[in-house]
């Protein structure tokens, strides 16, 4: 997955205000120490059609269940269970969220129609 490419700090403030600076969607995976996490990361979010359509339209954050930067997004979008990836948009609204396996076929179109809504905003 992409790699937001920092170390010191909190991620997640930094990457909400690059997401509305940018005018891209905010898309958060939060992984656990599980093996649908793992599927998860070696398979969807490698997938070349998922790469493209992050790199094109969404800054993309990765964080680790029980984190500080999980805790902190999680008390402002409650996660029922991990993995789990939300997409917000401009507003701070969630606009699409999925918890557990996705296929990349159905991540990328997720990710496409959030992304047409978010042209219409």
């Known amino acids: 997955p992409p790699s937001p490419g920092f ?15 940018k005018k891209k969607l905010f898309v958060i995976y939060i992984s ?3 093996e649908t996490s793992s599927s998860l990361e070696q398979s969807t979010l490698v997938d070349e059609h998922v790469a493209a359509v992050i790199s ?15 805790l902190q997004f999680s008390a402002i979008y ?15 609204a969630m606009l699409w969220n999925h918890e557990g396996y996705i ?15 978010l042209q219409l905003q």
């Open 78 to 92: 409650p996660q029922k269970s991990v993995p789990s990836i939300s997409v917000v948009g401009l507003s701070g």
């Open 32 to 34: 656990g120490q599980d």
């Open 103 to 117: 296929s990349p076929e159905d991540l990328k179109e997720s990710i496409d129609k959030a992304w047409a809504a």
């Open 56 to 70: 094109r339209c969404c800054i993309f954050l990765q964080l680790k269940q029980g984190d500080v930067d999980a």
């Open 7 to 21: 170390r010191t700090g909190s991620a997640f403030p930094y990457a909400i205000n690059q997401s509305r600076r």
